[in-house]
């Protein structure tokens, strides 16, 4: 009996149950998709509430209304001709472009991080900026400014060829010669641009000059957003879709080629892909730094590193950023603009040392 009483007494060993794998996926699946679908929210009420803050205050439910009058069957209220004009003619144009812009630098940001597997490398790695800032700098200075966003794209894309040309070898490309093939362009187009300024530029055309070269979105017409929006179209939306091949690019060309995949092909297209894009956006708000620098940081510190999911946060993340910068630079100091490049880099430049700060402190 006290046998019987001691098996009946006794408990079982305690078992320790794995997490379900699956279950895991599906949770942080499920967890990404809400920040996906806050992020895009946040997006869309960013540009209502950016394009009512002006001179003249027009509120989000206003603007709202204002866009939703002129594709209604209706048509646009008369009774709102100003409105309209404001509206349709110089805010919405202007946040329009500034999301994209903002979308395009931090998408490039993250594939040339991932690319080469430096923490450093941003949009701009490839000269691409500097060969645009020639170019454009060229053509306000010989007063056609028409021409500024053709030029722009040109020379940034000018600039990427050289870059490219200079680091392939046999056909292939490796990440530093790269590197050092982009700063040498960099540095010999941005000398050139500092000697044209120099020989040509004075009065109101070296304001104009300087604006642009600091970053600017004023003056942006559905023109300007157009050029950003095609090019997001034509390489950052082919771009997303490439979250599965950066994430083989982590671990090397090595890891890659186990997977069926070729480097040296993926890497050409990938950085042509990134030149076209970033082109595309220089030419329309001039040199941003930090935005493709920080942003992808900052993604990759809230929602892990996983390419899938940090390309298209980081777009999002990117474009609400750029929105709120355009925005404090044309209210804070009106009817005075600050350059918007100002803004991204006081913003950027303290929140990148702080998260230097923050991984030498983890380490």
């Known amino acids: 009996m006290r046998a019987l009483h001691s098996q009946a007494g006794a408990l079982p060993h305690p078992v320790l149950i794995s997490p379900d794998p699956e279950s895991t996926y599906r949770t942080r699946k499920r967890r990404l998709t809400l920040l996906l679908l806050l992020l895009l929210a946040i997006m869309l009420l960013s540009l209502a509430t950016a394009a009512a803050v002006g001179p003249t205050y027009i509120s989000p439910a206003e603007v709202i209304a204002v866009v939703a009058e002129k594709f209604g069957a209706a048509g646009p209220d008369p009774s709102k001709q100003v409105q309209n004009a404001i509206m349709w003619e110089l805010r919405l144009p202007r946040v329009v472009t500034a999301a994209v812009v903002g979308a395009g630098l931090a998408v490039g940001g993250v594939v040339m991080q991932g690319l080469t597997r430096n923490p450093l490398a941003d949009p701009y790695l490839l000269g691409v900026s500097s060969g645009a800032s020639l170019a454009a700098v060229s053509v306000l200075l010989l007063g ?43 540095s010999l187009a941005s000398s050139l641009t500092s000697f044209v300024i120099f020989w040509t530029a004075q009065g109101d055309s070296y304001r104009e000059v300087l604006s642009w070269l600091m970053g600017s979105l004023s003056g942006s017409t559905w023109s300007s957003a157009g050029i950003a929006v095609v090019g997001f179209l034509l390489a950052g939306v082919p771009i997303l879709l490439t979250g599965r091949m950066l994430d083989a690019f982590a671990f090397g060309d090595s890891a890659a080629s186990s997977l069926g995949l070729n480097p040296a ?99």
């Open 265 to 363: 092909r993926i890497r050409w297209a990938m950085m042509g892909a990134v030149a076209l894009l970033t082109g595309c956006m220089v030419a329309v708000s001039g040199a941003l730094g930090f935005v493709g620098l920080v942003i992808p940081h900052v993604v990759r510190l809230l929602a892990g590193a996983g390419h899938r999911t940090v390309l298209p946060l980081s777009a999002l993340t990117g474009a609400v950023f750029l929105i709120w910068a355009d925005t404090v630079a044309r209210s804070v100091l009106s009817p005075r603009e600050i350059p918007v490049g100002v803004i991204t880099a006081l913003v950027g430049a303290p929140a990148f040392a702080f998260l230097i700060w923050r991984q030498k402190k983890g380490s």
């Open 144 to 186: 056609v400014a028409l021409l500024l966003p053709l030029a722009a794209f040109a020379g940034a894309l000018a600039a990427m060829a050289i870059a490219l040309g200079l680091a392939s070898s046999s056909g292939r490309l490796s990440t530093t010669r790269t590197v050092l093939a982009g700063l040498a362009v960099s």
